[in-house]
């Protein structure tokens, strides 16, 4: 059930990566989550590749397991955009989320030819509309693409949407100003903690993103005043009354060991009401 207001709360695959598609919405339905995301494409060499092109068995099992729990899957990742000719991957993940039934996939830009990669995306988000999904651009503190300004920009150009990561807004130093500009284009929010003192280096950037978040409330980052910035800029759209989706992704290699995945699923959740009804409260 979506928080008392509303709001849809999400798990992000990030957050229990080793974790098989159909596990990961059987834990996300026993912690109480409305939906997750699911990745169809290995970022790095080390992690286990799923299946989940439309006949695949995994995808099947995917699907029943979605029927059988109610959790949906909103988005589907992961592709950075690296200056080489990368449509046939994305045609790929598209026919898998469209199985899936996601909204959007996530996309980064780690192309140092703006141009090129304005273009590449605007081919992406026309090849999208044929199976009713968007990319989401989302900034990264390590990648080209590096600010809500600069996402935003590359976003209006090729007609598709940004994806806010409190992380990285953390990391870039991205202001409430720039995300309530940009909030209309954002189908939702991750959502992590994080120390408030930035990694020293690209290096420590890196692990920090992919394997050491902390849980929201237990680091120093602004996030109450992230998602204040987007729901004021929504206020300004059509979409004006309407919760943004957020989802926790929270990788912690040492959490996740600790606690096994059921429990830090539900840890997350539980830090997401938190957050959320002190929200409410104020």
């Known amino acids: 059930m979506p928080a008392a207001n509303g709001r849809l709360i999400g798990l992000a695959p990030l957050s229990l990566l080793s974790v098989a598609p159909p596990n990961l919405l059987q834990h996300a339905a026993e912690a ?4 997750v995301g699911v990745r169809v494409r290995p970022v790095t060499a080390a ?27 909103k988005d589907i990742e992961f592709l950075l955009l690296d200056g080489t000719d ?28 703006l141009s090129r990669a304005r273009d590449t995306l605007a081919q992406m988000a ?24 600069m996402a935003d920009e590359f976003a209006v150009h090729a007609g598709c949407d940004i994806l806010v990561d ?21 189908p939702l929010v991750q959502l992590c903690d994080a120390p408030a003192e930035r990694p020293a280096d690209r290096e420590g950037l890196v692990e920090e993103s992919r394997s050491a978040r902390l849980v929201p409330g237990e680091g120093g980052l602004e996030l109450a005043g992230v998602l204040a910035a987007l729901e004021s800029g929504l206020a300004q759209t059509p979409r004006a009354g309407t919760q943004l989706p957020v989802s926790l992704e929270v990788p912690n290699d040492a959490a996740v060991a600790r606690l096994g995945a059921q429990g830090w699923a539900d840890h997350l ?4 009401l938190t957050l959320l009804g002190e929200r409410a409260m104020r």
């Open 32 to 35: 109480g989550f409305d939906f």
């Open 47 to 73: 992690e286990k590749p799923y299946d989940m092109q439309p006949g695949s068995p995994l995808l099947a099992e995917t699907l029943a397991r979605m029927a059988d729990t109610g959790v949906g899957i």
């Open 86 to 113: 990368q449509r046939d991957a994305w045609l790929r993940m598209f026919e898998a989320g469209q199985a899936l039934g996601a909204e959007s996939l996530t996309v980064a830009c780690g192309d140092p030819d």
């Open 126 to 149: 026309e090849d999208g509309r044929a199976f009713g999904i968007s990319p989401a651009l989302e900034p990264i503190s390590y990648q080209t693409v590096a600010s809500i300004p």
């Open 166 to 186: 409190t992380l990285h807004v953390g990391r870039f130093g991205g202001t409430m100003e720039e995300l309530s500009a940009a909030a209309c284009r954002a």
């Open 269 to 272: 959740k539980t830090a997401a």
